[in-house]
């Protein structure tokens, strides 16, 4: 009778354990992911088309001359007629080209072949990367300055990224690269009571955009 109380009692014990719910699989904790900023220098943007010209066919005058790594880069203004302009580049004594900026839709779409946009600055970023800035040569200077850049000595161009002017008439001061940002100025100084407040404005590109930065 006593061995059949025990018996009772451990297969009671065993049923009762078996009855309990497994215990919930523990996961494992959840990380977030580390965002790191691109550095200002990284390529981005798109490929910018290159047209290669005869320089018969327009009137050229230099810029400026560049080394990028083993490369000499030769920069001019080239003209057609008085409603072109274009941002011309000559890599080691070669074939002369213009950066054309339209985008293939706007190509598609029938934007005129000609260009309007010119060299306002031209510099070489310390890590080799050049880095030029264009305006609109046309008329007037354009709302809208285009920062491109080449990692390949002139060979190839990309359309870095875009800022808008405060004004048109607002004209391309200066340009300061170190690894860590890049520093972007523009001066108004004037625009024919515009109420648009006259002097510098400057941005501020450390990977993640342009930032204007507070007077």
Request: with cysteine; hydrophobic share 45%; proline share 8%.
């Amino acid at each position: 009778m006593f061995q059949h109380a025990i018996a009772v009692i451990l297969v009671m014990g065993v049923a009762g354990c078996a009855t309990q719910p497994p215990a919930p699989p523990t996961s494992p904790p959840v990380t977030e992911p580390v965002v790191v900023a691109e550095p200002a220098l990284a390529p981005k943007g798109r490929a910018v088309l290159t047209v290669p010209f005869d320089e018969a066919d327009l009137a050229t005058e230099a810029f400026g001359t560049l080394s990028s790594g083993e490369h000499v880069v030769d920069f001019f203004s080239a003209r057609g007629d008085v409603m072109s302009n274009y941002a011309a580049v000559r890599v080691d004594n070669g074939e002369m080209q213009w950066l054309d900026l339209h985008t293939d839709e706007e190509r598609a779409a029938g934007a005129s072949p000609a260009s309007g946009w010119g060299w306002v600055h031209v510099t070489v970023a310390p890590d080799d990367t050049i880095v030029g800035v264009l305006d609109w040569f046309i008329e007037s200077s354009g709302p809208t300055l285009h920062i491109v850049t080449s990692s390949d000595g002139g060979a190839s161009w990309v359309l870095h990224s875009e800022v808008e002017k405060p004004h048109y008439m607002a004209l391309f001061e200066r340009l300061e690269l170190t690894p860590d940002a890049w520093r972007l100025t523009v001066m108004l100084d004037d625009c024919g009571g515009c109420n648009v407040p006259l002097g510098e404005t400057t941005w501020v590109n450390a990977g993640a955009g342009w930032e204007i930065v507070a007077p």
